[in-house]
């Protein structure tokens, strides 16, 4: 087989069947964002241990992407993404039975390592079986309209799902979709793996998975608490040992990372641009959910409902992106897409207690359009720029690092807009409210409408309408913040991107990083 030769019918048929595990990965981050109550009524956390249930499924999934990403390149990516479809499953039947909030903290982080095994496995075999560069591109657009989907889909099904059944519905949504990939995955699906590559390196396991879960956990403290000496030192202890794992790579025949791929423009400024773009797009979901719920007073089954054309312009965006570059060169598409990033947030700032809701379906309509459109592209230079011997492992290093903006997107949007938010709500602080219930109001929104329900109805009003126009400030500024970033961004990866072809010839493997087998 060529590195041109045309995909058939049976490379688009397991393309479908890879998109499945993609959409349900995604959806795990937020499935559980209604069956809080019921679950926290039936298991009886405690608030520590509810935070863990939220929390452990993301860091490892985030921990262990460059693990899983480099153990596909080595045994198989098929074979992966098969025990990881198989574990995903029974992980997800524990889940919804546990009889304890410990069983399901458990279940979660096995979640979050049996997920770590599809995402990277999933796109390295798209590289793998897509070797014409359109039909490639056109294959990671279909990917990434999955992935970024099943982030907002998550509580809609979930959401659904607890209109009739109970709280562990909400998992047990995962097991027919795996058992259907164990069925089709060997059927539809080539396997590949590296030949010429060395054992993995177990020190650079352990120093990739605690640098990313230290990072990653102190970023999210912060963003939910405010600046602490604990998650500041666990932010810098993350990167600290991040610069030890880099170094190590350096001296390693056979290293789990090959650091050499971030001296290749499209691949380096790829990741950066990813990165940036998932800060913008989970940063700001932080706030359009509250304000359909907490402003426009809707329930929350009706907010998630608003989503769904939202995602509908994903794969519109991806495929525009793909369409493009027969005009265009990578480096004016994608900066094009960022400026309607940029262009979205510029509609957010407009966003006040009383506006109608179609300034933020517009805003956030025009900002998904281009986020899917950076995120198809910048998955492929990533892919592409890579030994296909590598594919594995540089597609969880995108992966990852789209984790880390995500969190990071949170902690520093959401910080601004907390900042804004308190120091409003302290200055109009209604007369006559409890000194206690005044300060609960200054620390969050919800906290605010929950005092107000509670007080007389002219100063619970009152205290309501203040919160509400100060949590619109703060929304208003960080969207300030956000368009800024992603101007600046779009336009950065413009002059770095400018000279870089649609079509760049493909990296093939050599001695120091192996050649890819095609072994079924």
């Known amino acids: 087989m060529t590195d041109t030769a045309k995909a058939g019918r049976k490379e688009w048929l397991g393309l479908a069947v890879l998109v ?25 956390p405690s608030s520590a241990q509810m935070l863990w249930i939220m929390d452990i499924y993301g860091f490892l999934l985030a921990g262990m992407l460059l693990t899983m990403g480099t153990l596909g390149d080595r045994f198989g990516r098929r074979r992966l993404l098969l025990v990881g479809a ?23 982080a096995l979640l979050g390592v049996a997920g770590a095994t599809l995402g990277p496995s999933t796109l390295s075999l798209i590289r793998n079986m897509f070797h014409d560069p359109g039909q490639r591109r056109t294959a990671i657009a279909v990917w990434t309209a999955g992935f970024s989907g099943g982030a907002m889909l998550g509580p809609l099904v979930g959401g659904a799902m607890l209109e009739h059944f109970w709280w562990g519905s909400a998992f047990l949504v995962n097991v027919p979709f795996m058992v259907l990939l164990l069925v089709l995955g060997p059927v539809l699906l080539p396997e590949f793996r590296s030949r010429g590559v ?27 608490d405010g600046l602490g000496v604990v998650p500041v030192l666990s932010v810098l202890a993350g990167a600290l040992l991040g610069l030890v794992f880099l170094r190590r790579q350096r001296t390693l025949p056979d290293p789990m990372l090959d650091v050499r ?40 089954f009706e907010a998630a409902m608003w989503n769904l054309p939202v995602v509908a312009v994903m794969p519109v965006g991806a495929l525009l992106a793909v369409a493009l570059l027969r005009r265009l060169r990578p ?4 900066g094009g897409g960022l400026v309607l990033v940029s262009a979205g947030f510029a509609v957010m700032t407009q966003i006040r207690v009383d506006s109608p809701l179609a300034v933020l379906l517009l805003g956030f ?8 459109a950076v995120l198809a592209l910048a998955s492929d230079m990533v892919v592409s720029a890579a030994p296909a011997a590598r594919a594995g492992s540089a597609s969880a290093l995108s992966e990852a690092s789209s984790e880390l903006g995500a969190a990071v997107g949170i902690a520093i949007l959401g910080s601004i807009g907390a900042a804004v938010y308190r120091a409003e709500v302290a200055a109009v602080t209604a007369s006559g409210v409890p000194r206690e219930a005044a300060e609960a109001a200054r620390e969050t929104l919800p ?13 619970g009003t009152a205290l309501l309408g203040s919160a509400q126009e100060a949590f619109t400030q703060g929304m208003a500024l960080s969207a300030i ?12 990866v413009t002059l770095l991107l400018r000279r870089t072809p649609s079509e760049p010839a493909s990296p093939q493997g050599d001695g120091a990083v192996g050649t890819v087998e095609r072994v079924g």
């Open 365 to 372: 309509a025009v900002m998904v359009l281009g986020i899917s």
């Open 198 to 224: 060395g054992r993995l390196d177990l020190a650079s396991v352990v120093l990739s998975l605690v640098a990313v879960l230290a990072m990653v956990y102190g970023v999210k403290r912060i963003a939910e």
């Open 20 to 44: 499945l595990p993609c959409l349900l990965v995604s959806m795990d981050m937020s499935v559980l964002n209604f069956a809080l109550p019921f679950l926290s009524a039936d298991l009886r």
């Open 86 to 108: 198989g574990a995903f499953g029974i992980a997800s039947v524990l889940a919804a039975y546990s009889t304890s909030a410990e069983m399901l903290i458990a279940t979660r």
């Open 481 to 492: 913040v956000g368009t800024v970033v992603m101007a600046a961004t779009a336009l950065a």
């Open 447 to 459: 906290g605010a409408v929950e005092v107000a329900s509670q007080l007389p109805e002219r100063i």
């Open 331 to 334: 480096g004016y598409v994608v």
């Open 261 to 300: 791929l971030f001296r290749n423009r499209p691949f380096s400024t790829s990741i950066a641009a990813s990165t940036l773009t998932m800060f913008a797009m989970v940063g700001f979901l932080l706030f359009s959910t509250q304000y359909l719920q907490l402003v426009l007073g809707m329930g929350p």
